[in-house]
């Protein structure tokens, strides 16, 4: 009995009853049915009230380091998103860039006035967005264009970014810019903390295919970024990209599963449940059956698959293809099921014309989650660029040769 | 349960050993069965005292896996994982413990006639003890039952009289009894038809299980489902590399195939289907290991597991054999063999379909 897993240092059980019995006093029951079409303002509002709660709570941060406000064990965190999930509350999406990326790049990387400025301000709320991808820098993202020229004490910005998820809501973004046009195009960038209020930036949301509008263009037009908001060194911002990247622990993949396991699932389940127009259940239909047995089967083998992933983040075992492997699976898992829920709403689905905010990528609205769900076989690294990087990090197959 | 880090620990050791070890004898229709036993993998769970090693089905869980990777021929399935399971979830008896201990020290093989097919949800079993007045008679059919023409002990779950299952030895040459081999396009695997046409059963000569009789048929045939996924497991691992090692020295258009978009993402999809496998059996091993036999949580695990493993086994042999090109379908290239066995595991104990009929039945 050697192990320290035997002995955990706080008592799971008691910890889940603790945010079971928290979520079924705090989580808003009519929460979905309140949020479904509501305006720009009252999403924020409800978010920003939403996060405020949870981090009245302590959870709101609980993977950042005890220092800033968190400091929880993943065991513990795991069991968090479980119950989260089970109960339905709300996601916080208006703040998940500023809880992962810009933290996990100001823990990482940053400096300690950096820490010591945004780390606070994001839990009273500030707001931060992805300025990475531009419209000739999608999977191949070293190839970006948008300039940031050194001049003394400050940076000058120009260029267009696109795909910025939220940015008409954000206070900061994480801007990744050019910095020297003659290096090798993975040599020559650096990574910047740009205020969103900075003169000459324009933000320009684009309507997507499901006739939301949360991604947006940010057009950077002789922007002054000071030269103290460079994060890691210049004309490194590749390399601390990625590495910051790479800091995610599988932690927000495992909510994304639980979500898909719980109201996902149960409400596939419940929507073959109901009849038809000729009064006939589709769950009698051993078609039915089969696919929804599936399901189960294959989110078991995500939820699993997620938490061996931070098991092996904790222990230091996680492969370089790993991380890629579960959101592959994920995003097409995510995508088959919307795409069965979709068929099995029938025409009905189609009436269904907005679906709730503050969701899972799983709402009940079928058919526009089925769209939807090309959000995550798009970005963050496409499924084709998934498969390249598991077949040469994974599998160590060689690369495409370069195109001459 | 013991820390998972020290079972981590001894098992990859018995992995290499195992792996190394059936390398030597990879395909062969019979593996060394007295190697077997010198390694101590036939009695792996048969307690100590019985010249076992006490341990559990995860430790068996590992070897199954290496037999599935190396297509391992022999009675392994036959007698340790359907024998000593059934063996194990009766009532101890003298008679019984003998068994047990010859097992362990390879001294016999043992076939258990059990259901094969479809039917998981009835509960019903192809055999029944039968009181004819001049005394009890065995009488039923069973098809596609692993090792029984080659097995020296054959062990059959029956109905009782009251219909509870019980389990009888039947001697394969006892008056009655026709056990003929089912030649299968498997050829790593045996198969028996076993007809019981009135065979004389002693009164009392049957072992009765320990606890809830339908429960431990019920956790038999799931212990069986999770060493076919297991075996379809090893099936994918071992075509996922045999591929990915081809696809880098296989060279066409002036570059190694595996640079090829088209077929490299066909290996990565390959691993990710046997990393899902993976995780899958996982938690159908620990429900069998932790949990009574046939409770409910350890036959909805059994069921995902056998329905995804055997499925992907297939779809990734599959891809092995499209990767290799025309060498692949050569038989010298040996990819028939994983082709045919993941096949034959896919219907075996019942089909992906039968197994998330079982799991739907939750739904209604």
């Known amino acids: 009995m050697t192990s320290s897993s035997s002995a955990p240092a706080v008592d799971l059980d008691a910890f889940r009853t603790s945010v079971r019995d928290w979520c079924a006093a705090h989580v808003p029951a009519d929460w979905r049915a ?7 303002d009252e999403f924020v509002r409800f978010q920003q009230d939403w996060f405020q709660q949870l981090r009245a709570a302590g959870w709101a941060v609980p993977h950042w380091p005890k220092e800033w406000g968190g400091g929880m064990a993943p065991a513990e965190q795991v069991v968090l998103y479980q119950e989260l999930a089970a109960a339905d509350a709300p996601r916080l999406v208006l703040a998940f860039v500023s809880l992962h990326h810009a933290a996990s790049t100001l823990l990482e990387a940053g400096t300690d006035e950096q820490r010591q400025r945004h780390l606070p301000a994001i839990l009273d709320g500030e707001i931060w967005v992805q300025g990475f991808s531009e419209p000739d820098a999608g999977s191949d993202l070293a190839s970006l264009k948008a300039t940031a020229r050194r001049e003394g004490d400050v940076f000058i910005a120009n260029g267009q970014k696109v795909w910025a998820s939220g940015a008409m809501h954000a206070d900061w973004c994480l801007l990744l810019a050019r910095s020297d046009p003659s290096a090798p195009k993975r040599k020559g960038i650096s990574y910047l903390l740009m205020d969103m209020r900075s003169p000459g930036l324009d933000v320009r949301p684009i309507k997507q295919a499901t006739g939301e509008s949360h991604f947006c263009e940010i057009f950077l037009n002789d922007v002054e970024i000071p030269a103290a908001n460079l994060v890691g060194p210049e004309n ?92 592959l699976y994920y995003s097409e898992l995510l995508q088959r099921m919307m795409d069965f829920g979709a068929l099995q709403a029938g025409l009905a689905g189609h009436a ?20 939807g769900s090309w959000e995550w076989t798009i970005p963050g690294g496409s499924s084709e660029i998934q498969r390249t990087i598991i077949g040469e990090r994974g599998l160590g197959l060689p690369r495409e040769p370069v195109a001459s | 349960m013991p820390p998972s880090s020290e079972f981590a620990e001894i098992h990859d050791e018995l992995r290499s050993v195992g792996r190394d070890l059936l390398a030597r004898s990879a395909q062969q229709h019979d593996v060394d069965w007295k190697l077997l036993a010198s390694s101590g ?46 063996l194990l979830a009766v009532a101890p008896a003298p008679d019984r413990d003998e068994l047990l201990r010859a097992v362990a020290n390879g001294a016999t093989t043992v076939a258990v006639a059990l259901p094969t097919g479809d039917d998981l949800a009835s509960g019903d079993l192809p055999f029944r003890i039968e009181n004819l007045g001049d005394g009890l008679r065995l009488v039923g059919r069973a098809d596609f039952v692993p090792d029984a023409a080659q ?37 790593t695997r045996r198969v028996a038809s076993v007809v019981a046409d009135e065979v004389v ?63 490299k993402h066909q290996c990565a999809d390959m691993l990710v289907s046997t990393t899902v496998a993976r995780q899958l059996v996982g938690q159908a091993i620990a429900a069998l290991v932790e949990g009574p036999g046939g409770d409910a949580e350890a036959s909805v695990a059994a069921s995902r597991a056998k329905s995804y493993a055997t499925e992907a086994a297939m779809d990734v042999v599959g891809k092995a054999l499209q990767l290799h090109g025309g060498i692949g379908y050569t038989w010298e290239s040996g990819i028939h063999v994983f082709f045919k066995r993941a096949a034959l595991d896919r219907s075996l104990f019942g089909s992906p379909t039968a197994h998330r009929r079982r799991l739907a039945a939750r739904y209604a």
């Open chain 2, 41 to 86: 993998w036939l009695g792996l769970e048969v307690p100590e005292e019985l010249d076992g090693a006490g341990a559990t089905f995860a430790e068996v869980a590992v070897i199954i896996e290496e037999m599935g990777r190396a297509a391992t021929g022999g009675a392994y399935l036959g007698t340790v994982v359907l024998g000593v399971g059934t």
């Open chain 2, 201 to 263: 059963v002693g009164p009392a000569a049957w072992w009765s299980f320990a606890g809830d009789a339908e429960a431990a048929v019920r956790g038999l045939v799931d212990r069986a489902s999770v060493a076919i996924a297991l075996d379809s497991l090893g099936i994918a691992e071992a075509m996922v590399e045999l591929t990915v090692e081809y696809a880098k020295v296989r060279e066409q258009f002036a570059r190694p195939i595996g640079s090829f978009q088209a077929v």
């Open chain 1, 352 to 371: 269904v014309l907005q679906k709730p905010i503050s969701s899972g990528w799983e709402s009940g609205a079928w058919v526009l989650d089925f769209l």
């Open chain 1, 236 to 327: 490194s911002g590749w390399q601390v990209a990625q590495a910051t990247l790479s800091a995610e622990r599988g932690m927000t993949m495992l909510e994304l599963a639980e979500r898909l396991g719980n109201a996902g699932f149960k409400w596939l389940v419940e929507l073959c449940r109901q009849p038809g127009p000729d009064g006939t259940r589709p769950i009698d239909d051993g078609l039915v059956q089969d696919a929804l047995a599936g399901f189960e089967t294959e989110i078991t083998g995500l939820r699993s698959l997620c938490t061996d992933l931070v098991d092996r983040h904790e222990a230091g075992t996680a492969g370089a293809a790993d991380a890629s492997i579960v959101k």
């Open chain 1, 34 to 40: 309140a949020q479904t079409g509501v305006s720009d």
């Open chain 2, 151 to 187: 097995a020296e002990r054959l062990l059959v779950v029956a109905a009782g009289l009251e219909g509870r299952p019980v389990v009888v030895e039947v001697p394969p040459g006892s008056a009655g009894l026709t056990i003929e081999d089912q030649p299968v396009l498997d050829a």
